[in-house]
C-alpha cells in the first residue's frame, strides 16, 4: 500500500492552514495511508485526519534520533511521497520516491497560496477533521441556538484589541434588541485574555462562559463549527474558525492580513491603521502596545452586522 509522509509547519497557524496541503498530499498519491509528524502543540489538530497510520511529534529538542528511527523504519520501502512543511533538513534521512518541500516567496501573498503552489492547485482550503471527543467536549459547553465566540488571545501586546471592547461588542450583539439576543457567548483562548473579558459581560448582565482550558484544539474546531459568529484577534483560533467554516472577523494590527488573514467566503479580515503605517511606527520604536486602538467598537460592529446579514440573519 503506498504511504506517504507529511512533515506540518511548526506555527500553529501555519499548521491550521496546512490541513488543505494535507489532503492536497493524500490527493497525490492515490490510496495511500500517510505519517504525520508536527509540533506537540499543535498534535490535536491533525489526530482525526483521514487516512492517517501514524501521528508523532517532533521538536528541536527531540534531535535526531526520531528520524533515524522513521529512516530505519522505511529502510526498504521508501516513502511514495514526502512533503516537507517545515524544511527540516533531518528529513533528508528518509528514503522517499518523491519529495515536496516548501520553498519561500518573493510573492506578497497569502500563506495558503504558497501551499497551494506546491501542488498546483490554486482551490485549497483549510478543513479540520473532527473526532467524537471533540464533538461531545464542544456539546458540552454549548447548546443549540445562537452562539457568540470570542477569542481576544494574541502573541503580542501589540497584536491584541483591548478586551474591553471585545466585552462592548459582545454586549451591543446579544443584549436587548441586538441581533444575537439571547446568544450564548464564549469566551475561548488562553484564561490571561479570556477572564476579564467574562467578567466585564457577567458583571453587566451577559451571561459569558470563560472557556479557558477547558477545550483542547480540535475540540475547540467542534465549538467553533456550531458558532453563529466569532470574533477574533489574528490568533490560530481565527484560523480554526475560518477553517471550520464560522462566519469569522478577524482583527488585525501589525500583522499582515494579505498573508494571515481568515480564508473562505464567510470571513473577513478588519483593521484601523494601516498595515505599512503600524509597521512604520514599530520601526521606529515607538510604543507598539495602543497599535490597535484606533479600531473603534463600532466599526467592529458594523462588520460583524455585515457578516451576520451576509449569512443570512434578518
Known sequence: MPHLLFIAPEDLNEAVLAAA?????LAAVPGATATIICAPETRDLYRAAPRLASLRTWDASDGFAPWLTLAWSKARTPFDLVVDLRNAPA???VRAKRRIRRRSSRLLRHRLEDFAALFGDERLA?????DDAAREAAAAVASDGPLLVLAPGAESASKTWPGERFAAVARRLVGGAGPLSGARVIALGEAERTRPVA?????????????AGKLDLLASAALLER?????????????????MGAPTLGLFGPTDERVFGPTGP???ALRGRAYE?????EHAGLDA??????????????AALELLHAGGLS
Open 266 to 268: 464567510r470571513s473577513r
Open 126 to 130: 483549510p478543513r479540520l477533521w473532527l
Open 199 to 211: 467578567a466585564s459581560l457577567d458583571a453587566d448582565g451577559v451571561p459569558a462562559l470563560d472557556a
Open 21 to 25: 496541503a494535507y489532503e492536497a498530499a
Open 91 to 93: 528529513s533528508y534521512a
Open 227 to 243: 458558532a453563529t459568529l466569532l470574533i477574533a484577534n489574528a490568533n490560530p483560533l481565527m484560523q480554526i474558525g475560518a477553517a
Open 289 to 302: 502596545r495602543p497599535l490597535m486602538d484606533d479600531l473603534s467598537v463600532d466599526a467592529v460592529e458594523a
Open 277 to 281: 503605517e503600524i509597521m512604520a511606527l
